[in-house]
């Protein structure tokens, strides 16, 4: 059975398959050289051996709702992407960086097209590009009908799509904020300050997507500090399912001509952690849903802890059918703090081995109970306070506006040393081949790397006197946010 659906998955022209790094990857392509990428894709998936494809370019520009008066336009915009080198990441470093690879999308392009507009373009893919959409057996791979792709308008929609469809099984993506406007392509001047970067990318992608994709999102923002005002750290996605999806695809394909009455369709593969065989083409229907679509935001914002514990053991139910059940809950008597104690309790005891098939029953059983997990939903907020601490001064310590006062800190502290202090030091640093370059040619100090001296004679001091660094970072909190910091056998902890 499990081939069956292997073979029907890649004849079918209109799924794109890719292996997961491609989602973070740097393309730098338009929006119509990124839709016809996908196109170009999902042929060569069913035709692995195939060098060449052919496309009527008139064809594809229809599918695309475009103008074809200007196929000149839309044929250059292809030619220019032979030899484009694509940016694929290959391996996160322990350092916190990445490690790419740099691949040639096309290796050649045969273009033929006549005064009408008429004709095609025959692509070969460069043979090192292949490996990230054909050799998915054994890795971590996604997918999606390349349709969600095409009724994208926005460069930055498309590719936060792909993003987050490839974390769609772990319905959770938590990122830093300045990796996410790198894998988005956006200049480093654009879009700031964070409100800007709201507004145009991540409201009017997921105002888009809910519109038009069989997923969208929510999201929550870290904050360097638990202050508003400060900058923005990381960026967490809530990856839902669309339950208008199933009648928003219906039509696109009535639209196409591909059906005249509503149809079931694998929607995509999903997202195996091995590679085994068996495992790999488990598919999805689409539902034709009668009820109406009530996005999360309707729910009390209290409730956004409680649907994600839910959504961790049942990702399909409709959103306004999981409100209505805590609402009943709501109803019923139970508190916030209860729900979360029995949720808390079935996700502990699933990481444990347990298998919970209906987690609405399970809750309702265990609330009736009145005492399954009694007193969970306390422990695990304390220890999300905890944890959310040591996340936040332990990037606050690495924070650039730090690094600069503890500069200031150590040039302070040199310029104050004593005369003869500073002389021994200077004439020690002379004799440092690596410091060679504080001095010019006759010996003499360069007033550019003063500064530079000064702080390194400061730093010396400090370490000399037993100041560490940590110290000095519960000092520079004091002083600008006023707040008493302390770090007790290796953890923040905030003074009440």
Known sequence: MADQKKIQIFDDLDLVVLRNPVAKAR????????????????????????????????QFNKSLNLDNNDIKYYVNEIRKMVRHVVSIPTEERKDGGMRFKDVALIAAIDTDIDGKGEGSIKIEVADMIKPYFLEIANGQFFSFNKYNARVLKGRYSISLYM???????????????????????????????????????????????????????????????LSKKSDVSKI???????????????????????IKEPIVLISDISQPQTGENSELFKGNLFEHLSTSFIHTDSFDSQ???????????????????LGQFIDSLYKAGFSEERILDVLYYAYDNQSKGEK???????????????????????????????????????????????TAWLQQYYIKRGIEAPNDEKIAFLEATKKIRAMAHYFDENGQLKETEKDNLRASLGKKIAHTEGVKEEVLFIQWIYETQGIVLKKIKNKWEVAS
């Open 236 to 258: 967490v996605f809530h990856i839902r399912n669309n339950p208008n999806h199933a009648e928003i695809f219906r039509q696109f394909q009535i639209k196409e001509g591909k």
């Open 163 to 225: 993003l987050l469809k490839s974390y769609q099984r772990f319905r959770t993506l938590q990122i830093d904020y300045e990796e996410l406007r790198d894998i988005l392509e956006i200049k480093t001047e654009e879009y700031r300050p964070f409100k800007e970067f709201k507004r145009w990318i991540l409201e009017k992608s997921r105002k888009e997507m809910m519109e038009k994709n069989d997923i969208f999102f929510d999201y929550d923002v870290i904050r360097m500090t």
């Open 303 to 321: 409730n956004t802890e409680i649907i994600r514990l839910f959504r961790v053991f049942d990702a399909e139910t409709p959103d306004t059918v």
């Open 27 to 58: 393309f730098h392509l338009s929006v119509y050289q990124t839709k016809f990428l996908l196109e170009v894709l999902s042929h060569l998936k069913s035709k692995p051996e195939a060098r060449i494809l052919s496309f009527n370019i008139r």
């Open 356 to 402: 919970i098939r209906n987690i609405m029953g399970y809750v309702k059983h265990g609330l009736e109970t009145g005492t399954m997990g009694t007193g969970l939903a306390n422990k695990k907020i304390e220890q999300g306070r905890i944890e959310a601490v040591q996340i936040q001064y332990d990037t606050l310590i690495k924070d650039s506006k730090f």
